[in-house]
T-cell receptor, first 112, second 115 residues
Framework: GQQLNQSPQSMFIQEGEDVSMNCTSSSIFNTWLWYKQDPGEGPVLLIALYKAGELTSNGRLTAQFGITRKDSFLNISASIPSDVGIYFCAGFTTGANSKLTFGKGITLSVRP | DVKVTQSSRYLVKRTGEKVFLECVQDMDHENMFWYRQDPGLGLRLIYFSYDVKMKEKGDIPEGYSVSREKKERFSLILESASTNQTSMYLC??????????????FGDGTRLSIL
């Protein structure tokens, strides 16, 4: 089945730094989603991408739908302590009845 | 804003008990989903439903069943709870019938412990 690869499992950055996370697959996706999960909470949708090459921002977050349709990245600029959490990518492949596939997530820690 | 509400944040049950996890959404979404989330394994789909009284098996349905009697409510049932079902359970919903590419919106999760 389709797999989404996110690595590393954990990232540690200093407050104020920018950070970029990748999500890759060997399959073609027609939708990419980025979620954030705070400790003890459910995932919250950050950004949705629907077209190859699309670049979308949400405050300090920017995400891009890769041209090959096999990858996406999320960039967080000027990180703050509340950016701590798990960041998941997810996507729908092409074809009818495509199920949502999730990456395993990257745990981000921000040092004050 | 979409609101997906799971009835319990924390639940402790005993081995062999029948356990019900309830989920309600207030956005008239057709699709509803149940996942479990375990460290190192990510989110795994248990069951989903795209209409009232409809259900489809996900990737790990064994030991679970579901009920969708009303559009807004999707229940997950552990027929006879076992310790390997200790996990974080997440309910989600999305609009439009069938599995279109609409984002899923999640509840806050139920952390279930089976003793």
């Amino acid at each position: 089945g389709q797999q989404l690869n996110q690595s590393p499992q954990s990232m540690f950055i200093q407050e104020g730094e920018d950070v970029s996370m990748n999500c890759t697959s060997s399959s073609i996706f027609n939708t990419w989603l980025w979620y954030k999960q705070d400790p003890g909470e459910g995932p919250v949708l950050l950004i949705a991408l629907y077209k190859a090459g699309e670049l979308t921002s949400n405050g300090r977050l920017t995400a891009q739908f890769g041209i090959t349709r096999k990858d996406s990245f999320l960039n967080i600029s000027a990180s703050i302590p509340s950016d701590v959490g798990i960041y998941f990518c997810a996507g729908f492949t092409t074809g009818a009845n495509s199920k949502l596939t999730f990456g395993k997530g990257i745990t981000l820690s921000v040092r004050p | 804003d979409v609101k997906v509400t799971q009835s319990s944040r924390y639940l402790v049950k005993r081995t062999g008990e029948k356990v019900f996890l309830e989920c309600v959404q207030d956005m008239d979404h057709e699709n509803m989903f149940w996942y479990r989330q375990d460290p190192g394994l990510g989110l795994r789909l248990i069951y989903f439903s795209y209409d009232v009284k409809m259900k489809e098996k996900g990737d790990i349905p064994e030991g679970y069943s579901v009920s969708r009697e009303k559009k807004e409510r999707f229940s997950l049932i552990l027929e006879s709870a076992s310790t390997n079902q200790t996990s974080m359970y997440l309910c989600a919903s999305s609009p439009q019938q069938g599995l279109s590419n609409q984002p899923q919106h999640f509840g806050d999760g139920t952390r279930l412990s089976i003793l």
